[in-house]
Structure formats: C-alpha cells, structure tokens
Nanobody, 123 residues
Framework: QVRLVESGGGLVQLGGSLRLSCAAS????????MGWYRQAPGKQRELVAG???????KIADSVKGRFTISRDNAKNTVYLQMNSLKPEDTAVYYC?????????????????WGQGTQVTVSS
C-alpha cells in the first residue's frame, strides 16, 4: 500500500521559517511529479509548489521568493522550505505525488495525497 507521510508543520511567528517533509512509502515502481498544496479555512485547495522527477519546479506567485521546493529521489521525499512566513500562509498543507505502481488491474500512475499538516503563522 502506497502512503505519503508529511511532517514539519506547526506554529510560527510572522517572518519565521518552517520546513515540511513528505515521504512516500510502500511498494511502487516510480514517482513522477510531486507537489505541495494548501487549503485555508473557507478557501479552495491551491497549488503552492511542484517539482518533476527531473527537478523542474513551479512555484505559485504568492510564495515565490519565499518558498523553495526540492526532492530527494533516493529517499522518495519532497521538501518545502518556507521562509518569511506571513499570516496568510496559514493553512493545512498537503503533499501530492504521481506514483506508478502495479495493481491487480495492471500498472498505472495514480495521484496520492498525504494526510495534511497544519501550518499556523501568528502576527
């Protein structure tokens, strides 16, 4: 069973930093794109940053220059370094990964989500 396990969220003051981690575990063939999304209360889930297996990144304009996404393919882990945090960054952050695995029905690439980790920035 494939799982994504996130860690690193918490409470931080305005201007502080946090580093989120998301590790994939289980039986699978490969991981394609990985990314971080966030959802604030009353708002839709939005893409924060994404990274391909080759290392090409995409960063949302709202966090550009403050957040950095990276991955360690050997550890099947993606990271989100968040600096200069603002109260508007407060949200539940979710990890997402496109994982290729063999199922009873054959080999397929499916999207998986982590359980979410709360990030709260106080002013």
């Amino acid at each position: 069973q494939v799982r994504l396990v996130e860690s690193g969220g918490g409470l931080v003051q305005l201007g502080g930093s946090l580093r989120l981690s998301c590790a994939a575990s289980g039986s699978f063939l490969s991981i394609n794109a990985m990314g971080w999304y966030r959802q604030a209360p009353g708002k839709q889930r939005e893409l924060v940053a994404g990274i391909t297996s080759g290392g090409t990144t995409k960063i949302a304009d709202s966090v550009k220059g403050r957040f950095t996404i990276s991955r360690d393919n050997a550890k099947n882990t993606v990271y989100l370094q968040m600096n200069s945090l603002k109260p508007e960054d407060t949200a539940v952050y979710y990890c997402n990964a496109e994982i290729r695995a063999t199922y009873y029905s054959g080999t397929r690439t499916l999207g998986y989500w982590g359980q979410g980790t709360q990030v709260t920035v106080s002013s």
